[in-house]
């Protein structure tokens, strides 16, 4: 079946904008999780979904970084006055429920800020 | 709080030769652990897991990890190198009641021929 699926693929933009990025997890996962990576750096967990919730969001780097989902769907990652430290790979996840099972990742949206 | 250290950011080995990468994690409860390799230019598959049961846990493409808990280390291994095993691996823990990974800081192999 379909994995999970992240849009666009690459965004480039300048230092102020604003940006949006997309995931579609996987069909009838509930769980659902924002990640960073920066060059050379490992993962760094950004907030979790539990359906349209956000129970965990301890890794919203700034008031600069929001995350909305649609019921147990699509979901958006939005970072405000992009800033350059803000160029990373952004991963996104999803598992069958909360708890640790396997969460499953998207390609990923590489963002780089000018 | 958790973490995870991965001894190593980039191993070299000749092709057909053992793979070890070592991970090592804090947890103040029993952790769930994770290996996950990425390929470039792709995102993070999963390669195996421990959660409770065998702590000798086999994974896809001939990997296999050891949970050892009073040495805080979910090592993995292969014992004969491919070159398509040239990635990033990432070890990574969540907590039995948690949600979120958290991730070592990933080593990139290199397969040499």
């Known amino acids: 079946g379909a994995g999970v699926s992240q849009s666009p693929s690459n965004k480039v933009t300048e230092k102020g904008k604003d940006v949006e990025l997309r995931c579609d997890p996987i069909?009838?996962?509930?769980?659902l999780y924002w990640y960073r990576q920066r060059l050379g750096q490992g993962l760094e967990f950004l907030i979790y979904f539990q359906g349209n919730s956000a129970p965990d969001k301890s890794g919203l780097p700034s008031d600069r970084f929001s995350a909305e989902r649609t019921g147990e769907s699509v979901s958006t990652l939005t970072i405000q006055r992009t800033q350059q430290e803000d160029s990373a790979v952004y991963l996104c996840a999803s598992s069958r429920k909360q708890g640790p099972d396997t969460q499953y990742f998207g390609p990923g949206t590489r963002l780089t800020v000018l | 709080a958790q973490s995870v250290t991965q001894l190593g950011s980039h191993v070299s080995v000749s092709e057909g030769a053992l793979v070890l990468l070592r991970c090592n994690y804090s947890?103040?409860?029993?952790?769930?652990l994770f290996w996950y390799v990425q390929y470039p230019n792709q995102g993070l598959q999963l390669l195996l897991k421990?959660?409770?049961?065998?702590?000798l846990v086999k994974g896809i493409n001939g990997f296999e990890a050891e949970f050892k808990k009073s040495e805080t280390s979910f090592h993995l291994t292969k014992p004969s190198a491919h070159m398509s095993d040239a990635a990033e691996y990432f070890c990574?823990?969540?907590?039995?009641?948690?949600?979120?990974?958290?991730f070592g800081g990933g080593t990139r192999v290199l397969v040499k021929p």
């Open positions: 990574a823990v969540n907590r039995a009641a948690g949600n979120k990974l958290t």
């Open positions: 069909s009838g996962h509930t769980a």
């Open positions: 421990y959660t409770t049961g065998a702590t």
């Open positions: 947890s103040s409860v029993p952790p769930y």
